[in-house]
Nanobody
Framework: QVRLVESGGGLVQSGGSLRLSCTAS????????MAWYRQAPGKRRELVAS???????DYGDFVKGRFTISGEVAKNMIYLQMNNLKPEDTGVYYC???????????WGQGTQVTVSS
């Protein structure tokens, strides 16, 4: 059983920063890619940022240079540095991982991010 655990969410004022962390525990699984998704109330879940084991990154269009994903996929550990947060960034942020064989994927339980105006 693989378990992804997120931390670092909280309440911050508009323009503030937060750093999210995600680590995997349980059975050791080699991951191909890890990512952050978010879901606001009443909206669909969307990709925030992803990173592969080779270090390639991708971001949602709304990030626009404000967020940075980092970490070591080989160690099943990633981070999301979020700067210049806006109220529309409010939502539950989920960690996601795809195993190397592309036969399974995993979700964390989510961490709440609330940005006040």
């Amino acid at each position: 059983q693989v378990r992804l655990v997120e931390s670092g969410g909280g309440l911050v004022q508009s323009g503030g920063s937060l750093r999210l962390s995600c680590t995997a525990s349980g059975r050791t699984v080699k991951m191909y890619e890890m990512a952050w998704y978010r879901q606001a109330p009443g909206k669909r879940r969307e990709l925030v940022a992803s990173i592969t084991g080779g270090g390639d990154t991708d971001y949602g269009d709304f990030v626009k240079g404000r967020f940075t994903i980092s970490g070591e996929v080989a160690k099943n550990m990633i981070y999301l540095q979020m700067n210049n947060l806006k109220p529309e960034d409010t939502g539950v942020y989920y960690c996601h991982a795809d195993n190397f064989e592309a036969t399974a994927d995993y979700w964390g339980q989510g961490t709440q991010v609330t940005v006040s105006s």
